[in-house]
Nanobody, 123 residues
Framework: QVQLVESGGGLVQAGGSLRLSCAAS????????MGWFRQAPGKEREFVAAISWNRYTYYTDSVKGRFTISRDNAKNTVYLQMNSLKPEDTAVYIC?????????????????WGQGAQVTVSS
């Protein structure tokens, strides 16, 4: 069983930055693919970014050039650096682990999920 705990959410003005962290339990974190998803009120969960076990990264088009996903295997942690935030980025951000090690955008690829961190961007 893998537990994922997000932190770093909050309220920020448009144009600002936040960094989300997701700490994972377990000894095999380095083998996992890790992803970030988000869910706004009344909307479906959507893919944001992912990083594979060998650090291949993949982003949804709307965040390319603004968000950066990275990982620190020594700390069992994945990060999402979010710059130039927009009001439409407001959502609960949820990290997920793929024990297969991939970096896909398909929700069913992921085996474990965190509880989420609220990000609110004011205009």
């Amino acid at each position: 069983q893998v537990q994922l705990v997000e932190s770093g959410g909050g309220l920020v003005q448009a144009g600002g930055s936040l960094r989300l962290s997701c700490a994972a339990s377990g000894r095999t974190f380095s083998r996992y693919g890790m992803g970030w998803f988000r869910q706004a009120p009344g909307k479906e969960r959507e893919f944001v970014a992912a990083i594979s076990w060998n650090r291949y990264t993949y982003y949804t088009d709307s965040v390319k050039g603004r968000f950066t996903i990275s990982r620190d295997n020594a700390k069992n942690t994945v990060y999402l650096q979010m710059n130039s935030l927009k009001p439409e980025d407001t959502a609960v951000y949820i990290c997920a682990a793929d024990v297969g090690g991939g970096a896909g955008d398909y929700i069913r690829n992921y085996d474990y999920w965190g509880q989420g961190a609220q990000v609110t961007v004011s205009s």
